[in-house]
């Protein structure tokens, strides 16, 4: 079965130094692969997305993930963390039977202490 | 400014009560979908939609009804709302052409059933 997994339910940086969310999934096919965050009292927004084109991706406010094929792993990284990151990050990815219906991870919540 | 609405964002109900909350987009897409948010559950699907009059069952449809009758706007119906009901729903709409459907989401709505 396809599956998600964010490795970290908390994570914790000061502001200023780097951030790294990790995500792993479980697939026999090459998904699509998503980075959405949830601000508090807000919707999902999309950070960015893996569309094959590269293995490097940059998103919005200086996020980029990095797919690795043979680690099935797709981690959200950024090089300085700023105080508005804080909010609940979940990677996503599609369904083998249909690239509309998405598998969430668990979610990860990013702190970042002044 | 493109964007999915939802509404109410708030609303506290009563057992058996019928309800409906709505959702629009003014992107001009095709698909739409609603998710319940639970904590330790993550995102799941309830209903979707490909297009007008097309609608069909997500992960967890029990005690839930939608209807598509304009490409712009995706309703759900609670006819007789229950306490294992009061959750956190999204909706979220997308383009159905090319390979990578990235889904847009609202900013939620918290529905509490007494």
């Known amino acids: 079965a396809q599956s998600v997994t964010q490795l970290d339910s908390h994570v914790s940086v000061s502001e200023g130094t780097p951030v790294l969310l990790r995500c792993n999934y479980s697939?026999?096919?090459?998904?699509?692969l998503f980075w959405y965050v949830q601000h508090p009292n807000k919707g999902l927004q999309l950070l960015l997305k893996?569309?094959?084109?590269?293995?490097l991706v940059k998103g919005i406010n200086g996020f980029e993930a990095e797919f690795k094929k043979s680690e099935t792993s797709f981690h959200l990284t950024k090089p300085s963390a700023h105080m508005s990151d804080a909010a609940e990050y979940f990677c996503?990815?599609?369904?083998?039977?249909?690239?509309?219906?998405?598998?969430f991870g668990s979610g990860t919540r990013l702190l970042v202490r002044p | 400014e493109a964007q999915v609405t939802q509404n109410p964002r708030y609303l506290i109900t009563v057992t058996g009560k019928k309800l409906t909350v709505t959702c629009s987009q003014n992107?001009?897409?095709?698909?739409m979908s609603w998710y319940r948010q639970d904590p330790g559950l993550g995102l799941r699907q309830i209903y979707y939609?490909?297009?007008?009059?097309?609608?069909d069952k997500g992960d967890v449809p029990e005690g839930y009804k939608v209807s598509r009758k304009e490409k712009r706007n995706f309703p759900l119906i609670l006819e007789s709302p229950s306490p294992n009901q009061t959750s956190l729903y999204f909706c979220?709409?997308?383009?159905?052409?090319?390979?990578?459907?990235?889904?847009?989401f609202g900013p939620g709505t918290r529905l509490t059933v007494t």
């Open positions: 979220a709409s997308s383009l159905t052409s090319g390979r990578v459907h990235e889904q847009y």
């Open positions: 939609s490909m297009n007008v009059e097309v609608t």
């Open positions: 893996y569309t094959s084109a590269a293995t």
């Open positions: 996503v990815v599609t369904r083998m039977d249909s690239s509309y219906k998405l598998i």
């Open positions: 992107m001009n897409h095709e698909y």
């Open positions: 697939s026999s096919y090459s998904p699509s």
